[in-house]
């Protein structure tokens, strides 16, 4: 198996869990991974014959193969981003390091998430990255919160959406996004065939904004988690969400928590809460539930199926 992994250019995630594999065969395995560059996940718990210092090793070698390496600040860094300044609360990437990051992304074949979340990347930071991701066939999630990004970075962000066939997590809440990013990103939406997540809490979509989304929710087939607390949603826009998560089967959770849909807008949160719990019967049917008996996960889901599903799947539907 170790000689295997050496030539391996694929594989990304390997469970060995409680196999019965000595220090010795976990050791080959280091050194596979030393010359495999594409796994990044390997499961070794139960073997209890490895020593923890090979585990450790192991352990730090995938680690690192999940982070990229930004240089540190050099003098040029600091000529050319003065005005950069750190604070506990954020760090400002300066333009040079923006772009050292951009070339890493394009070059890297292992990273699977890029967490970049209270650094003010602005508009042209978030467009140079995502110029980068479009070369990047690994990575799964990209976290993006507080860093100022408004309609011009969400349209990057967007047209990675289109061509993207591997990210599932798009975190870009309390950013700046309004109704023209709304809509670019909801245009992603109808061509992506991947994202299961895409979080906009605290931005300024709208009504407008939501009945954009919900224009692509009626043709987007896998975005399972939708997020749209504090971005000032009316009662038009819980209507056309209302009417978009009708003609879809896959959406699970939609927070709509502290918008401004108001009492008039019950009647079509009921039926989003409706339509959810629809898309949720669906995926923990009877037959599916039975396919994987025995499994604990799926007996909980058994208990839950077996129930009335009294639980609202409607996450936060309150604009208190």
């Not at 909801?186 to 407008?208: C, F, H, P, R, Y």
Request: with cysteine.
């Amino acid at each position: 198996m170790a000689e295997g992994l050496k030539a391996n250019s694929t594989l990304m995630d390997l469970d060995l869990g409680a196999n019965e594999i000595w220090d010795e065969g976990a050791k080959a395995l280091k050194e596979a991974l030393e010359q495999s560059s594409t796994l990044t996940d390997l499961n070794l718990e139960g073997n209890w014959r490895i020593d923890s210092a090979t585990k450790e090793a192991i352990e730090h070698l995938l680690q690192s193969r999940k982070m990229v390496q930004v240089p540190t600040s050099t003098q040029e860094d600091k000529e050319g981003e003065e005005g950069a300044q750190s604070s506990p609360e954020a760090f400002h990437l300066a333009k040079p390091r923006i772009k050292a990051l951009a070339q890493a992304l394009q070059q890297s074949s292992t990273l699977t998430e890029l967490d970049l979340e209270h650094n003010n990347l602005g508009d042209e930071g978030a467009k140079a990255l995502a110029q980068a991701v479009e070369q990047n066939s690994t990575l799964t999630g990209w976290y993006l919160a507080s860093n100022n990004i408004g309609d011009e970075g969400a349209k990057a962000l967007a047209e990675d959406l289109q061509q993207n066939s591997t990210l599932r997590d798009l975190h870009l809440a309390f950013n700046s996004i309004g109704l023209e990013g709304a809509k670019a990103l909801a245009e992603g939406l109808k061509q992506n065939s991947t994202l299961t997540k895409l979080v906009l809490m605290n931005n300024n979509i709208g009504d407008e904004g939501a009945k954009a989304l919900a224009e692509a929710l009626q043709q987007n087939s896998t975005l399972r988690d939708l997020h749209l607390a504090f971005n000032s949603i009316g009662l038009e826009g819980a209507k056309a969400l209302a009417e978009a998560v009708q003609q879809n089967s896959i959406l699970m959770n939609l927070d709509l928590n502290r918008n401004n849909i108001g009492d008039e807008g019950a009647k079509a949160l009921e039926m989003i809460k409706e339509a959810l719990r629809r898309n949720i019967w669906l995926e923990i049917s009877p037959q599916k539930i039975h396919a994987d008996e025995g499994d604990e996960g799926t007996e909980e889901l058994r208990r839950f199926h077996e129930s009335e599903c009294e639980e609202s799947p409607l996450n936060g539907t309150s604009d208190l």
